[in-house]
């Protein structure tokens, strides 16, 4: 059985076999027309935040605004420069510059634990980086520490830091 989603407020036509059809009508609320022609009433059931982090129902909604908590979605992330400022970021209070090459991403809403995965990215224009998420990542902020191409620690240009895992 195969779900087609209109936006249009007007009834489809009857569709083909194996098929149903959702839209919403004037009266605000959502029909399915089966192939058979009938006209249903349908509830979207919006999934609970223990359903998104379990990840294995496929028979409920994510909304945009719960759709964080299921286990494939980045939990947080951002684009800084070597100042600390936050040049973009999702669910991030603070980044601040702590050394050379060395700066720690405060998150918003904290993760359940310090198990998590943290990943970072620097650019920078004409040399080579790497970034790690260090050992003293926690669950309320991940040290983000960047080495040039030697081996040193080194700013570079920006860096940007994503993060998955379970939230609190």
């Not at 294995?56 to 286990?71: A, E, I, K, L």
């Not at 309320?140 to 191409?149: E, S």
Request: proline content about 5%; glycine content about 8%; hydrophobic content about 40%.
């Amino acid at each position: 059985m195969s779900f087609i989603l209109l936006v249009e407020q007007t009834a489809p036509e009857t569709p083909s076999a194996n098929q149903v059809v959702l839209y919403p009508k004037s009266d605000g609320l959502l029909y399915s027309k089966d192939d058979a022609g009938t006209e249903t009433p349908t509830a979207i059931v919006v999934a609970t935040q223990a359903q998104l982090e379990a990840a294995t129902t496929t028979t409920v909604y994510s909304s945009p605004g719960r759709q964080q908590f299921h286990p494939s979605a980045a939990k947080g992330w951002c684009q800084a420069n070597t100042v600390g400022a936050a040049v973009v970021s999702y669910n991030v209070t603070s980044v601040t510059d702590t050394a050379v090459g060395d700066a720690d991403i405060v998150w918003n809403t904290d993760f359940s634990s310090g198990n998590y995965c943290a990943v970072g990215s620097p650019r920078n224009d004409g040399s080579l980086f790497a970034a790690i998420a260090d050992t003293t990542t926690t669950s309320t902020q991940t040290r983000i520490r960047v080495f040039n191409d030697g081996g040193i620690l080194s700013d570079p240009s920006y860096f940007m830091v994503l993060a998955f895992g379970d939230q609190a």
